[in-house]
């Protein structure tokens, strides 16, 4: 018999994260071929490479190579070499994660080529079109052929916008990371460096923020004051580390070196809170019952803002930040905002009634 032949797209961490839940369950299927591409947005091993070898993610048939270009140019390549793949290998399928410019050039490239799409993590907004995010997973959302949302305000958004009058299939599925929290934290890891007992978890790597001197240095500037609170654990972001360098700004706390999903989850469980402007890290502080600070003025993950666990804190605000302090860090009783823990098998069942 002939196997279903499943193209998937990715080219950033989280995608890697996401990514190896699915190739998990594809891999057990007789039925399904995966043919693995890495676009190579994420071309540092210490940002790509150390997933491939730590979650057991097959290595990709093809790396494209594609980095450090502005966005227009690195979207333009990647669709340019992905639709030759596609040409090539034929899939019946492309799978495409999340937001980044990886995924939208992997939808575009094989609906150019008639070849459906599956986009994982559908049906997100922001409603910040400066975010180039919000741009891609629109775009992503509207031509493609199976959206799986991961909550329901996901697809809530997309009702409002008319795509159950599309020619597409809308499935709630539940968060596919929440797999991966679930599987993979019996992984976690020490990482190298010492771990102190009384902690912040910092990420900061969004465009908007690191290319920015003025939010750049507000965003150090309160971590600075934060640091004579609590000690920072900073893993930072080699596009972060140059900026902070670039603008000439000066973090009175120790800036780590990136660390692995596995070292990040041993963090995530140790942590006092979370500082980020990272979708995925305000997810997972969730699933790890820790509170986060978002820097930024909005979030695709409403629920968790609209239900009092988390805080968007772009502008920064002293009497909010007191507020955030005097109250409990950790999240006592979750809401069930993200499935089960079974995304990946309840996809893999989409898709074969797709493919059959």
Same mark, same amino acid.
């Given at each position: %018999? *002939?196997?279903?032949?499943? &193209?998937? #797209? =990715?080219?950033?961490?989280?995608?890697?994260?996401? $990514?190896?839940? !699915?190739?998990?369950?594809?891999?057990?299927?007789?039925?399904?071929?995966?043919?693995l591409?890495?676009?190579?947005?994420?071309?540092?091993?210490?940002?790509?490479?150390?997933?491939?070898?730590?979650?057991?993610?097959?290595?990709?048939?093809?790396?494209?190579?594609?980095?450090?270009?502005?966005?227009?140019?690195?979207?333009?390549?990647?669709?340019?070499?992905?639709?030759?793949?596609? %040409? *090539?290998?034929k899939p019946? &399928?492309? #799978? =495409?994660?999340?937001?980044?410019?990886?995924?939208? $050039?992997?939808? !575009?490239?094989?609906?150019k080529?008639k070849?459906?799409v599956?986009?994982i993590?559908?049906?997100?907004?922001?409603?910040?079109?400066?975010?180039?995010?919000?741009?891609?997973?629109?775009?992503?959302?509207?031509?493609?052929?199976?959206?799986?949302?991961?909550?329901?305000?996901?697809?809530?958004?997309?009702?409002?916008?008319?795509?159950?009058?599309?020619?597409?299939?809308?499935?709630?599925?539940?968060?596919?990371?929440?797999?991966?929290s679930?599987?993979?934290?019996?992984?976690?890891?020490?990482?190298?460096?010492?771990?102190?007992?009384?902690?912040?978890?910092v990420?900061?790597?969004?465009?908007?923020?690191?290319?920015?001197?003025?939010?750049?240095?507000?965003?150090?500037?309160?971590l600075?004051?934060?640091?004579?609170?609590?000690?920072?654990?900073?893993?930072?972001?080699?596009?972060?580390?140059?900026?902070?360098?670039?603008?000439?700004?000066?973090?009175?706390?120790?800036?780590?070196?990136?660390?692995?999903?596995?070292?990040?989850?041993?963090?995530?469980?140790?942590?006092?809170?979370?500082?980020?402007?990272?979708?995925?890290l305000?997810?997972?502080?969730?699933?790890?019952?820790?509170?986060?600070?978002?820097?930024r003025?909005?979030?695709?993950?409403?629920?968790?803002?609209?239900?009092?666990?988390?805080?968007?804190?772009?502008?920064?605000?002293?009497?909010?930040?007191?507020?955030?302090?005097?109250?409990?860090?950790?999240?006592?009783?979750?809401?069930n905002?993200?499935?089960?823990?079974k995304?990946?098998?309840?996809?893999?069942?989409?898709?074969?009634?797709f493919?059959?």
């Amino acid at each position: %018999m *002939k196997k279903a032949k499943i &193209l998937t #797209v =990715v080219g950033a961490r989280p995608q890697f994260i996401k $990514a190896s839940m !699915l190739s998990m369950e594809l891999a057990q299927d007789p039925v399904f071929e995966e043919v693995l591409v890495h676009t190579g947005q994420h071309f540092d091993p210490e940002m790509s490479q150390i997933f491939f070898e730590e979650m057991g993610l097959p290595q990709p048939k093809y790396n494209l190579g594609i980095h450090s270009l502005p966005h227009g140019a690195m979207t333009g390549r990647m669709l340019e070499a992905l639709e030759s793949l596609i %040409m *090539k290998e034929k899939p019946h &399928l492309v #799978v =495409v994660y999340g937001d980044t410019n990886s995924t939208l $050039a992997g939808a !575009l490239a094989a609906k150019k080529q008639k070849v459906p799409v599956a986009h994982i993590e559908a049906g997100l907004r922001s409603y910040d079109m400066n975010m180039p995010e919000e741009i891609n997973r629109v775009l992503t959302d509207r031509i493609s052929d199976l959206l799986f949302c991961p909550t329901e305000t996901a697809v809530n958004n997309l009702k409002k916008e008319g795509f159950n009058d599309l020619p597409c299939k809308i499935y709630l599925v539940g968060d596919i990371m929440y797999d991966a929290s679930l599987y993979f934290r019996k992984f976690s890891k020490k990482p190298l460096f010492e771990v102190p007992e009384n902690f912040v978890l910092v990420t900061i790597h969004r465009e908007e923020n690191v290319e920015n001197f003025d939010r750049l240095f507000s965003i150090i500037s309160f971590l600075n004051k934060l640091s004579r609170m609590y000690s920072i654990i900073f893993p930072v972001h080699p596009r972060t580390r140059k900026a902070i360098k670039k603008f000439g700004l000066v973090p009175s706390f120790d800036l780590m070196p990136p660390v692995s999903y596995f070292e990040m989850l041993y963090l995530l469980e140790r942590c006092k809170f979370v500082v980020t402007d990272s979708g995925g890290l305000q997810k997972e502080a969730y699933f790890f019952c820790k509170r986060c600070l978002i820097m930024r003025e909005n979030t695709e993950w409403k629920e968790l803002v609209l239900n009092g666990f988390h805080l968007l804190f772009m502008p920064f605000s002293d009497e909010q930040f007191n507020k955030f302090l005097s109250s409990d860090f950790e999240i006592k009783k979750q809401i069930n905002f993200y499935g089960n823990g079974k995304a990946a098998k309840s996809i893999l069942r989409k898709i074969s009634e797709f493919v059959a």
